[in-house]
């Protein structure tokens, strides 16, 4: 038996399940870099009480729920019913499903081989490396474990990238593709974290490829939270430089496979509302037959 786990921070399914993500990830020492448990669970709690009023209320706007898990299970479904050498299957580290309880539902032998597959683009330590450690808190057979490493650079996955881009500008007709890329706190890039190195290495890639397509492209930082120092420039000073110019823009969410709530709301309603002129958003990878074809072919290398 070869089974392949995707893992993610995981999608809210249900309202209810809001406080629980918010209450996981800040107690994440991999999200919330403190060396003190007692006072990350004290930091936790009040981030948690002062986010989770709007968080609702955003959740609420997209449908009380994250696109994010039946997005995934559709893909599982359809790379199972596409071969029959691996068995797909997902693990969440906030929401479930979480890891106990996914791999309660297999028996492993020793021949039997588990490949953990982390649909992050880019390593970090908030990504990658949280739900590596989660996924072994949690294991405790003896099969074989290999791990697919971080994709941003593969020029394969690069490609369903263009793809997607440049059949959503045959509609759009934008004069600008803003790369939107999920920002993280710029302390945790100076410790070492190698996540904007992984991300300035793509955009550099996909500008190169796209340069005659555009005639601007930028990258851009999403989802900062906080008073701290993150990644720059943000995608809303972006969006205002070329709203300024009356152009038309084209987003693409450079940190995500699959559609989340920082796809279908923050970039899908949020920023456009802010943005007068035309805007336009690609849907990340999901569960195309595109996408499915690149996870066997990544897997098949191990």
């Not at 809210?12 to 209450?23: G, H, I, Q, Y």
Request: with cysteine.
């Amino acid at each position: 038996m070869k089974v392949v786990y995707f893992l993610n921070m995981g999608g809210v399914n249900k309202l209810d399940e809001c406080e629980l993500f918010l209450k996981n990830m800040f107690n994440d020492e991999n999200i919330l870099d403190i060396k003190s448990t007692f006072l990350r669970k004290m930091i936790s709690f009040f981030i948690r009480k002062s986010r989770i009023k709007q968080m609702k209320k955003n959740y609420i706007q997209i449908g009380s729920k994250s696109p994010l898990s039946d997005i995934q299970s559709s893909l599982c479904d359809k790379l199972n019913q596409m071969q029959s050498e691996y068995l797909f299957d997902y693990i969440s580290t906030y929401v479930p499903p979480f890891a106990k309880d996914v791999l309660a539902k297999y028996q492993f032998s020793d021949d039997d081989e588990v490949i953990l597959f982390p649909l992050y683009p880019h390593y970090s330590q908030t990504t990658v490396k949280s739900a590596l450690n989660d996924f072994k808190k949690h294991y405790k057979a003896l099969a074989k474990v290999k791990i697919v490493d971080v994709f941003y650079d593969d020029m394969d996955y690069n490609d369903l990238i263009i793809k997607q881009i440049l059949a959503k500008q045959e509609e759009a007709k934008a004069n600008v593709l803003i790369l939107s890329a999920h920002s993280l706190p710029q302390k945790i890039i100076n410790k070492g974290d190698a996540y904007e190195k992984h991300i300035l290495k793509q955009f550099s890639l996909l500008k190169e490829r796209l340069k005659y397509d555009f005639k601007y492209i930028e990258l851009a930082y999403q989802s900062k939270l906080g008073p701290v120092k993150w990644l720059e420039p943000s995608i809303s000073d972006v969006l205002t430089q070329y709203d300024k110019k009356g152009l038309s823009v084209l987003i693409y969410p450079l940190s995500f496979c699959i559609d989340c709530s920082e796809t279908v709301f923050e970039l899908a309603i949020e920023y456009k509302h802010q943005y007068k002129h035309k805007y336009n958003l690609c849907e990340c990878l999901n569960d195309s037959d595109d996408f499915c074809a690149y996870i066997l072919n990544k897997i098949k290398l191990l």
